[in-house]
């Protein structure tokens, strides 16, 4: 049984973290690498194009795109106090009825999904067990752009993603945090037809745009 079966991202990623969360969008603005990763979409073009934002969160990716030009998203998320922050920002920005807007496992409702021109996962890939099976199913439905956000193996990471699982199970979480190779993630976007367009590294996340 999957994390979202049990509901555990809905625990995990709660109501109160999420409004801390949106809170901290609305004054900040997007994190670090997710203004990377809107950049280099950017400068690849999305005027007048779809997205499909999986796992979106509070919804900065999709936010920022619709007010760059893109023309609509569907937002897809397994926890939803995230789903109904990135609705109510949605809501006040005005954008709201270019949004739809779905709760649960990517992977189980993508063969309900349309293929859009751009796709995101932004620090998704590091929420989901098996990455193969999201990545092929990401992938494959975009037109155009691939856009995604995902750890580095550092050797600082490769010591705090166990610890940080096992500070989950002890308190009784299903959630769990996964550190896929690099190599095999990249793999399994070109197995879809994609090619690196831009690839950005911090000390922690690798942000990286694939083009059809």
Excluded at 15 to 36: F, N, S, V
Excluded at 122 to 142: F, G, K, N, T, W
Aim: glycine share 8%; net charge positive; hydrophobic share 45%.
């Amino acid at each position: 049984m999957s994390c979202c079966e049990r509901g555990c991202y809905d625990a995990t990623f709660d109501d109160k973290k999420a409004a801390k969360d949106l809170r901290r969008y609305r004054r900040k603005g997007p994190d670090k690498t997710t203004r990377l990763l809107l950049r280099a979409l950017q400068a690849e073009g999305v005027a007048g194009l779809t997205l499909l934002d999986v796992g979106g969160g509070v919804g900065a990716v999709h936010h920022e795109l619709l007010t760059a030009g893109a023309q609509t998203a569907v937002h897809v998320d397994a926890a939803a106090p995230y789903l109904e922050a990135a609705q109510e920002e949605a809501a006040r920005r005005g954008h709201a009825a270019r949004v739809r807007f779905l709760h649960g496992d990517f992977v189980a409702l993508a063969p309900e999904i349309a293929p859009a021109d751009v796709v995101t996962l932004d620090r998704v890939i590091c929420c989901y067990p098996d990455m193969e099976q999201l990545v092929a199913a990401s992938a494959s439905r975009a037109r155009r752009l691939y856009g995604a956000v995902f750890p580095r193996e550092t050797w600082l990471l490769r010591a705090l993603v166990p610890i940080g699982n096992v500070f989950q199970r002890v308190r009784g979480s299903a959630f769990r945090g996964y550190l896929h190779p690099i190599r095999a993630i990249d793999a399994a976007v070109r197995r879809q037809g994609l090619t690196p367009r831009s690839v950005r590294d911090t000390f922690v996340w690798r942000v990286a745009v694939y083009s059809r």
